[in-house]
T-cell receptor, first 117, second 111 residues
């Protein structure tokens, strides 16, 4: 069973370009989470999605950032018109469906390191 | 003040030593995670707990809900344990994905 996969692992963009980060959850997992780690800072929650639904986007910047998790295919984190401050490591995690309201363990992907020139 | 505080920030130990990393939080929580971030950046979930104690190999995690405190212990530490250890909580008011992270404890174990 492959783990959480993210691609690309490294992404370089110039200011003003778009960045698309992909996350394929573990097989059987229907919950996806995106986190951002800025240089020399801790991890911050961005968004929590289930298939075709955004459950919690309270950590997403109001502009330029969007996320989706379609019925088929990977989850996508999209950053439009990137700026230097978007340079960070973006981690995706996935978990199984909740059962009885119990929180499930999250499994993390290797991350995508975005560099904005 | 951060909602999740870890101590120490940095820790250097000799191989074989018993290590303790502490995490205190100020919000009501439904669960607490301990994560390990390797020097290459990859993140591994070590434990998720909401009460009591869990053990996996040389790692032990405890949580005291009344005192809002958790500890991660490593017995017989080894250089391969060198990593950043991160405490993260799920606040009762947030969704189960909305982890609030500590800044991490950087552990270096010398041979």
């Amino acid at each position: 069973n492959a783990g959480v996969m993210q691609n690309p692992r490294h992404l370089v963009r110039r200011r003003g370009q778009e960045a698309r980060l992909r996350c394929s959850p573990m097989k059987g997992h229907s919950h996806v989470y995106w986190y951002r780690q800025l240089p020399e800072e801790g991890l911050k929650f961005m968004v929590y999605l289930q298939k075709e639904n955004i459950i919690d986007e309270s950590g997403m910047p109001k502009e330029r950032f969007s996320a989706e998790f379609p019925k088929e295919g990977p989850s996508i984190l999209r950053i439009q018109q990137v700026v230097r401050g978007d340079s960070a490591a973006y981690f995706c995690a996935s978990s199984q469906s909740l059962s009885g309201g119990i929180t499930d363990t999250q499994y993390f992907g290797p991350g995508t390191r975005l560099t904005v020139l | 003040k951060n909602e999740v505080e870890q101590s120490p920030q940095n820790l250097t130990a000799q191989e074989g030593e018993f290590i303790t990393i502490n995490c205190s939080y100020s919000v009501g929580i439904s669960a607490l995670h301990w994560l390990q971030q390797h020097p290459g950046g990859g993140i591994v979930s070590l434990f998720m707990l909401s009460s009591g104690k869990k053990k996996h190999g040389r790692l032990i995690a405890t949580i005291n809900i009344q005192e809002k405190h958790s500890s991660l212990h490593i017995t017989a530490s080894h250089p391969r344990d060198s990593a950043v250890y991160i405490c993260a909580v799920i606040g009762r008011r947030g969704s189960q994905g909305n982890l609030i992270f500590g800044k991490g404890t950087k552990l270096s174990v010398k041979p």
